[in-house]
């Protein structure tokens, strides 16, 4: 390894040294020499080339005095040895970081300067890198849906380039502390063992080089506490060696390695990156023609280059910026420390300034094709005061919503801390009111949550756009290793504060944070040109902010409103949380009755709390919690206690067409919601697993119908044998069998009959009627006009070979569309003896019949066949679809001397020998030819498959049905509180 003239001269005044220098440059050197950056396949040199080249720039940086009159043996000695260091710790390979990572190394630990191990880092350095944002990913691995997992360094067959990267990101934040600890105890090699590091230089000389190494990577002034700890008074000068000059050395002689030979031009046309920030960190090295001393300024360093397009240029002007802070840095620093000592006693850099040809006015800058400036988007001050209207129609409730959700995200923060330091006694508290003092009207929100410092009000309370929660400092504090959220928080876009100011045009915030002993209070408009924040104590630890608002909006407030752009109805001030914990409790100066304070008439189920009465709970793996009402069926949904006000969309599929009452919570900001957070975006994320559900809902009310007297004693609607789900929604397609409606009449509710024989019964659904065994399906139409004398008995007689629908019709039988979709499934027909029963029945049919197309009835006959009867009006509308002729064709060869087909209720019909009489009430009964059932969704075919297979004729008993359907029962999740 080549050493600057200079240096290798002054060496020569301690041959010892010399000695050790040439020993560890040699063994150490040859590592450097491969120059195999395992880890950092797109870096820029960082080999043999790089360190000689550190070593030549600080030669040229030393001032000559110092150089001659300053510097010893000793000073070179250790620069050398640092420089030769400094970024050795990304020359690991995969076996030394393993060995790395897998030892405490208590025996290197700093504990002045570190206060963990290399494992604890690597793990610490895990957990963050699940957090990584799409922009650091992008930064690191050129993609943004990279998956972040531990890399497999038992398996080292299995790493990849991904897992390289991963590594090389923990080694480039670390490698500064590395350099220290390689300085003091050695290299591990792949067995484990140290290889040593300037053998026989002393330990405080060894300590001395490595923080040299080490400073090039931290602020120079965090350096002094530790060798004031080690050095005393000495610490400056610590055995007379100038240490602070030379960390001041060092990190700008490598900064100034910014020219070309860090890369090679012609090598990289045959490469691609993965990594932008790599692409660009040789770009820029390509771009640089030359440095020099500026001819007119001796402390000027003159750089000339030529960026390739405005992006580079850019990057090299920070660059530039960024060296000549580090030289104002440096020399700050050295003014500091050596300002008491006399002129020729103050060692020296030689530089002051950094000058280039993309100055400002530079004669190079206007020969560009290219506009040499930075140009972005840039955000309008009064954009703030622009969005309110747009995002949320100049509504106070939402105001209201925003800054409740703030005071509950802080006290389940705060309860997260409090738990974390031992403290199980705090209980949340959210105290939000409406008042009148003086004539003047206020809004007022008071939590004890975690409460804000200053950086957390500057950063995040009063920057539009930016989200505490996305912030590195949240996601350590309330994220697990996995990077998954460990409590619920409605905030997500950094907009909140916004809505405040929907409430009044003024707002006075007192706040002070649980690790603080003094709080802060601040009042601004939405357009303060400055904001005056003061100290105030002692106050408790919370947050409170008091608008003073019209009265105006008091009368908004204590009503629902409309949304102005999507006509949503917008829920009261006191209506738009419901969790039971944290608490929130209002009080209402404008109503008698709410002076005092109480909580929200909504209740929802805390996160990981009990199930309330009437909900049912289920999981995803995206939503740990989602509870749904098994009977209020609006298509509302609270999501972490806060409501979305516009109903979400949950489609027809034929059987089901509302959506129950849902709560649920998001952990990981997952849900889709618009920027007003009013309505969601598209199918809830878990339709499918709702439906599926609400099927077993369904199917379980199906089952575990309990029957007294031969009735379904719980079901209570005008007929007892059919099943109304609160999810059927209204019958606008008549799919309910029998269900005799008006079909422009949308109040009637969809229902599922209910088909009954003498062992049980089934539910009129394709799943049931396509397994059913039986010779014939009858259909009784009855007439809701009839008194009947007992209402338990509808079933009475032998049904051995038969089953029967009992369908009760809810409007006059013969309406235009009663019988539009079901009727030609069917033939109608009636069996009597009775005379005077038959003249009457002809009697209707020759008034309202027409006789043509139709059998003849010969009236002083026994009439033995089965015949049609239609009302005039139903008949006719048949005609003009030219079904008559069908329906007719089916009784070409009518049936005779059927016995006991129709055994109804004792109080509807009486049995007169082999034949049955009709007494009231009967309009008439068909007979199947064609099931025709209501459709059926194939994800509820297939779950009736999975719990009731082929037992589809359901018992009357209820413990055989608790019996057959075991499964079932099982299968419901406990959750499941049907």
């Known amino acids: 390894m080549k050493i600057p003239p200079s240096f290798d001269l002054k060496l020569k005044d301690n041959q010892k ?13 040859k590592i450097l020499e491969e120059n195999k950056l395992t880890f950092f396949p797109e870096y820029t040199d960082h080999g043999i080339n790089h360190v000689e080249n550190v070593l030549f720039s ?3 940086l030393i001032s000559h005095d110092t150089l001659k009159h300053l510097l010893k043996a000793e000073d ?19 076996e030394t970081f393993e060995k790395l990572i897998n030892v405490s190394n208590s025996s290197i630990l700093i ?48 790493i990849n380039n991904v897992d390289k990267m991963l590594i090389g990101e923990f080694i480039r934040r670390n490698h500064p502390r590395l350099a220290h600890e390689i300085a003091i105890k050695g290299l591990l090699d792949h067995k484990g063992e140290y290889i040593t590091f300037a053998n026989e230089l002393k330990t405080e000389f060894k300590d001395l080089a490595g923080l040299i190494a080490r400073s090039h990577g931290m602020d120079i002034r965090d350096t002094f506490q530790y060798l004031e700890k080690r050095y005393s008074h000495e610490w400056r000068q610590p055995f007379n060696i100038q240490i602070i000059f030379l960390m001041a050395v060092i990190r700008i002689a490598d900064y100034f390695q910014i020219d070309a030979t860090r890369t090679d031009s012609f090598l990289l046309r045959f490469k691609s990156f993965s990594s932008p920030i790599s692409e660009t960190e040789h770009n820029k090295h390509l771009s640089i023609e030359f440095t020099k001393t500026y001819v007119e300024d001796k402390e000027s360093l003159y750089i000339s280059a030529k960026p390739k397009d405005s992006y580079l240029f850019v990057k090299l002007n920070d660059l530039f910026k960024d060296i000549q802070s580090e030289l104002d840095m440096s020399w700050a620093i050295l003014g500091e420390v050596y300002g008491k000592e006399e002129t020729q006693d103050q060692p020296k850099i030689i530089y002051r300034r950094i000058k280039s040809n993309l100055d400002p006015k530079s004669p190079y800058l206007y020969n560009l094709e290219y506009i040499p400036e930075k140009i972005n988007f840039n955000i309008d001050p009064d954009l703030p005061k622009i969005l309110i209207a747009p995002l949320y129609g100049e509504n106070p409730s939402f105001g209201v919503r925003e800054l409740i959700q703030n005071a509950t995200d802080a006290c389940r923060e705060r309860k997260e801390l409090e738990n974390l330091s031992g403290n199980t006694t ?91 002993d003094y709080g802060l209070t601040f009042s601004t408009y939405i357009n303060n040109e400055q904001i005056e924040i003061t100290k105030v104590n002692p106050i408790p630890i919370g947050t409170e902010i008091l608008i003073e608002v019209s009265f105006e909006i008091i009368q908004s407030l204590l009503k629902n409103t409309t949304s102005r752009n999507s006509f949503i109805s917008i829920p009261k001030w006191d209506e738009w949380y419901g969790l039971e914990e944290p608490l929130v409790l209002y009080s209402n100066d404008f109503d008698e009755k709410k002076k005092e304070w109480y909580e929200s008439p909504i209740r929802l189920s ?15 793996t995206e939503f740990p919690q989602i509870d749904w009402n098994i009977k209020d069926y609006e298509s509302k949904l609270y999501c972490n206690g806060i409501k979305i006000p516009s109903s979400y969309n949950f489609s027809d599929d034929g059987l089901i067409s509302n959506g129950p009452l849902i709560s649920m919570f998001d952990l990981s900001a997952s849900l889709r919601l618009n920027l007003s957070r009013d309505k969601i975006e598209g199918d809830l994320p878990y339709d499918n697993e709702l439906r599926g559900k609400i099927y077993k809902h369904i199917i379980h009310e199906l089952i575990f119908s309990k029957f007294v007297d031969g009735k379904p004693s719980h079901l209570e609607h005008d007929n007892p044998y059919s099943i109304r789900h609160p999810s059927f929604g209204n019958d606008k397609a008549g799919i309910g069998l029998g269900a005799i409606t008006t079909l422009a009449d949308s109040n009637i509710r969809r229902s599922i009959n209910l088909i009954v024989g003498k062992d049980g019964f089934f539910p009129n659904l394709p799943y049931f009627t396509d397994r059913i065994e039986s010779k014939a399906i009858y259909v009784a139409l009855l007439s809701n006009n009839i008194k009947r004398k007992n209402e338990k008995k509808y079933i009475v007689g032998d049904l051995d070979d038969y089953y029967i629908q009992i369908v009760n019709s809810t409007k006059s039988i013969g309406t235009k569309n009663d019988f539009a979709l079901t009727l030609p499934e069917f033939f109608v027909t009636n069996k009597f003896k009775n005379d005077t029963l038959a003249k009457r029945i002809l009697k209707r049919k020759h008034n309202y019949g027409e006789p043509k197309k139709r059998s003849t009835i010969n009236e002083d006959n026994y009439i033995p ?7 005039q009006k139903v008949y006719r509308e048949y005609e003009k679809r030219d079904n008559l002729q069908i329906i007719s064709s089916l009784f070409s060869k009518p049936l005779r001397k059927a016995k006991n087909y129709y055994l109804l209720s004792e109080d509807i019909y009486e049995e007169e020998g082999d ?41 009357y008993d209820y413990q055989k049905r608790l019996t057959l359907y075991e499964k079932l029962i099982k299968g419901l999740n406990k959750n499941d509180t049907f």
């Open 17 to 29: 040294l010399e000695g050790i220098i040439k020993i560890s440059c040699s063994t150490y050197g």
């Open 58 to 60: 600080a030669e040229r």
């Open 76 to 94: 070179i000695s250790l620069l050398t040895l640092s420089i030769l260091l400094h970024d050795f710790g990304m020359h690991l390979t995969l």
């Open 111 to 158: 504990p002045e300067l570190d206060s963990k191990s290399w494992p604890q880092l690597w793990e610490d350095y895990l957990e963050d890198a699940q957090k990584f944002s799409d922009k650091q990913k992008i930064n690191l691995f050129g993609k943004h849906d990279i998956v972040i997992k531990r890399p497999p360094l038992e398996n080292k067959l299995l």
């Open 426 to 516: 705090y209980k949340s508290k959210v105290s939000v009111s409406i008042s009148s003092r003086a004539e003047k009207y206020y809004f007022c929100i008071n939590d004890n949550g975690k409460g804000m410092n200053l950086k957390e009000i500057k950063s995040y309370f009063l920057t539009v756009g930016s989200s505490y929660r996305n912030s590195l400092e949240w996601q350590r504090k309330f994220q697990n290793k996995l990077g998954q959220v460990k409590i619920v928080r409605n905030g997500r876009f950094g907009i909140g504060l916004l809505a405040a100011f929907l409430i009044g045009s003024k707002i006075t915030v007192t706040t002070r944070s649980y690790k603080e």
């Open 606 to 620: 805390k996160f990981s709390g009990g199930i309330l009465d009437g909900w049912s709970r289920f999981k995803t």
């Open 865 to 871: 066949d089965f015949e049609i009867f239609i009302n």
């Open 915 to 955: 034949d049955v009489v009709e007494k009231l009430g009967i309009d008439f009964i068909v007979k199947k030819k064609t099931f025709n059932s209501i459709f059926e969704p194939k994800l509820f075919s297939d779950i009736l498959h999975k719990y009731i297979g082929n037992n589809v004729l359901i018992p």
